[in-house]
């Protein structure tokens, strides 16, 4: 490593636990190191970087992805959801944590994030949970942990980021994240369903007769066409991620204002701009991101890291075990899409050169990074639901320590059987 | 300085509402009128740019960016203080050198046409230098003691 690289990352690493937000600590990194360097002249690519790392066509599926999930969520629809995963899920002993759990599958299909799901469904599972005897931990513990099944399933905003940023169809990394998303879903459920058989968990009561379910599933639909549009509009061929997500948009649009009318005309103003400020936050990372990759680049890291795994002669089997490692510690500290930025352009080039199939990679590091949403010290989704469990930290990662073992096995799974990502992409033609 | 929040808050949301109206036209006119229009997808481009940028200089104000604040949440109340009044000054100057470099790069770019639309570039790049000077101002007002109340909640 060259002294210059040491100092560039030196300073970015540093900036960054010092508490500069990520963004600037990755711009001012670089800007330290075009001081070091010397190299003057190379200060006016950092605005044109920012600016051209932005203007990406894809990248403007983000916020209208963003803007569809708050549109129909505004609407009102999680009740609707709620009710067709009782009827479906209630009935295993410990009901309720299920129901949570298939909600989230449900609601995985609307929002593109993480916290989205834990904003609306812990508001309303965490209450009448605890009121079932579940403790506010182990209430907050299975909202958090089934949250992340949410950016794992269209629409999904840091696929689309991964998409972005790698170069790897979108449509083809929609298609393989859907298995991984439902296998965490699945050892969630059966995790619940033994610490319930322990606990003695209740179930859910409800008249499970074929005609609530079809009423149910009638009331639940209106809301899931936003992932049948994406999807149909995507894997079909029909529409790129931004235009899908615009028509997403625009059919919640439609719903909220015109047929259900749960959102007057005054309402609307700070939804568009909810969407706009977040997905801010995360488009100058990724403006800022495109100066630091390019600094990165200067320096030959993708080139070194390329020739590590030539001279260990790593197997695809090791270097994803390598860099799985390597994800779980960085999801410890960095936001996903932060990580992302970072890492997936190297990583996946690095992957590629090792003989792992680019997808099967993407799925991976997606999985990855979003269960380094629910590990201390800094995971999102855990101070999201912490703040509405309001148990305290220490009893929350108590409760999640076992949610996190069945993600790492979800992970494990991934990673050493590729068809579990592969397959639907494959069975789709891509 | 609220008024000027506002303002760039409705520029930025009003930039998401245009971006959404065009890519809905984009989508009607190839299938109903067989015909895509060549510009939608370079002007769609630069609102999604001008409506990050717009969110980013608002997120400086409303102390939103994404960060790790582990050291922060860690310290005593007095020194918190002071170190974000040094973090704050630290991304004022940031966002002062990359204000001049981006009205450099705006300027030397007046002459340049985009490739699609012709349109000269100037004006996208534009930009840069103008939401980073708001950046930089309310980067500023945050280090006036006004609002002490918001500033150890980030938006998320």
């Given at each position: 490593m060259s002294l210059t690289l040491a100092i560039f990352m030196a300073s970015f690493l540093g900036l960054m636990l010092l508490g500069l937000p990520v963004a600037w600590a990755m711009a001012s990194a670089s800007l330290i190191w075009i001081g070091v360097t010397g190299q003057w002249s190379f200060l006016s690519f950092l605005p044109e970087r920012i600016f051209q790392g932005m203007n990406v066509f894809v990248l403007m599926a983000l916020p209208l992805f963003l803007l569809a999930g708050e549109l129909i969520n505004e609407g009102g629809i999680t009740k609707r959801l709620v009710t067709l995963a009782n009827l479906a899920f209630g009935w295993m002993r410990g009901g309720l944590a299920q129901v949570a759990i298939g909600t989230s599958i449900l609601f995985s299909g609307i929002t593109s994030i993480a916290l989205g799901d834990i904003a609306a469904l812990g508001k309303v599972f965490v209450p009448t949970m605890v009121a079932q005897g579940y403790t506010p931990a182990y209430?907050?513990?299975v909202i958090a942990a089934s949250s992340i099944i949410g950016p794992m399933i269209p629409p999904s905003l840091i696929v689309v980021l991964y998409g972005?940023?790698?170069?790897?169809?979108?449509?083809?990394?929609?298609a393989a994240c859907i298995m991984p998303g439902l296998l965490i879903g699945l050892v969630q459920m059966i995790l619940v369903a033994t610490q319930a058989r322990r606990h003695g968990f209740p179930r859910v009561e409800a008249e499970r007769t074929p005609a609530a379910f079809v009423r149910a599933t009638g009331g639940a639909a209106v809301p899931l066409m936003i992932p049948v549009i994406i999807l149909a509009g995507i894997l079909g061929g029909l529409m790129t991620p931004t235009e899908a997500g615009a028509a997403a948009a625009f059919y919640a649009f439609v719903l909220a204002t015109m047929v259900y009318r749960t959102i007057a005309p005054r309402a609307l103003a700070p939804i568009f701009s909810r969407s706009m400020l977040f997905s801010a936050q995360l488009l100058i990372i990724v403006g800022c991101g495109a100066m630091f990759s390019w600094v990165m680049g200067m320096e030959n890291v993708p080139g070194m890291l390329q020739g590590a795994i030539e001279r260990w002669k790593m197997t695809p089997g090791d270097t994803m075990f390598a860099f799985n490692i390597l994800l779980l510690i960085v999801g410890m500290f960095l936001d996903a899409p932060a990580a992302l930025i970072l890492f997936a352009p190297i990583l996946s080039t690095a992957a590629t050169s090792a003989g792992i199939d680019p997808v099967h990679f993407g799925a991976v590091m997606i999985l990855n990074l979003n269960i380094g949403l629910l590990t201390p010290p800094v995971g999102f989704c855990l101070f999201a639901a912490e703040r509405i469990a309001g148990c305290g930290m220490p009893a929350l990662v108590r409760a999640i320590t076992p949610f996190l073992g069945a993600n790492l096995i979800a992970l494990g799974l991934l990673s050493a059987f590729p068809p579990i990502a592969l397959w639907l992409p494959r069975v789709l033609g891509f | 300085m609220r008024r000027l929040e506002k303002l760039v808050d409705a520029f930025g949301a009003l930039?998401?509402?245009?971006?959404?109206?065009?890519?809905?036209?984009?989508?009607?006119m190839r299938y109903f009128f067989r015909y895509t229009p060549f510009f939608t997808e370079e002007i769609g481009r630069y609102l999604l740019v001008w409506s990050a940028?717009?969110?980013?200089?608002?997120?400086?104000?409303?102390?939103?960016?994404?960060?790790?604040?582990?050291?922060?949440?860690?310290?005593?109340?007095?020194?918190?203080?002071?170190?974000?009044?040094?973090?704050?000054?630290?991304?004022?100057?940031?966002?002062?050198a990359i204000a001049v470099s981006g009205a450099e790069m705006a300027w030397f770019a007046r002459n340049q046409t985009s490739q699609g639309m012709q349109l000269p570039l100037v004006w996208p790049y534009a930009g840069v230098p103008i939401f980073f000077v708001l950046a930089a101002l309310f980067a500023v007002a945050n280090l006036l003691p006004q609002r002490p109340a918001d500033e150890t909640t980030p938006t998320r």
């Open positions: 209430a907050g513990a972005s940023l790698t170069g790897v169809s979108i449509g083809a990394l929609f | 930039c998401l509402g245009l971006l959404l109206a065009l890519m809905v036209a984009q989508v009607v940028l717009a969110g980013t200089a608002l997120a400086v104000r409303q102390r939103g960016h994404i960060r790790i604040d582990v050291v922060l949440a860690a310290l005593p109340e007095g020194a918190r203080r002071w170190w974000i009044a040094a973090l704050d000054v630290w991304c004022l100057l940031l966002f002062v």
